[in-house]
Nanobody, 125 residues
């Protein structure tokens, strides 16, 4: 079992950057594909980005493509989400998740086995 803890959330002005981190403990992170999801108030949780076990493959939601970058440092057991050019509609609780079964990350929430408790990101206009 792996435990995930997100950090780096906060309040930022529109157009600004923010970097989220997801630290893993319990098992080696390199055994998992990793994903970031988010949930805005009153909305369902949605896919943001995912990265393969080695970090060589990444996928993004269309809404963040070109603005967000997912990366990982397996030596530090940490996954990152660099968010640039933030918009008010990016306001949400951001969750990281670990997928044991798939080498590459997927869009599908149900395929992830472990979840963090989330970190709040608020973008002011």
């Amino acid at each position: 079992q792996v435990q995930l803890v997100e950090s780096g959330g906060g309040l930022v002005q529109a157009g600004g950057p923010l970097r989220l981190s997801c630290a893993a403990s319990g098992r080696t992170l390199s055994n998992y594909a990793m994903g970031w999801f988010r949930q805005a108030p009153g909305k369902e949780r949605e896919f943001v980005a995912a990265i393969s076990r080695s970090g060589g493959n990444t996928i993004y939601a269309d809404s963040v493509k070109g603005r967000f970058t997912i990366s990982r440092d397996n030596d530090k057991n940490t996954v990152y989400l660099q968010m640039n050019s933030l918009k008010p509609e990016d306001t949400a609780v951001y969750y990281c998740a670990a997928d044991w079964d798939n080498y590459s990350g997927t869009y599908y929430e149900y395929q992830y086995d472990y979840w963090g408790s989330g970190t709040q990101v608020t973008v002011s206009s």
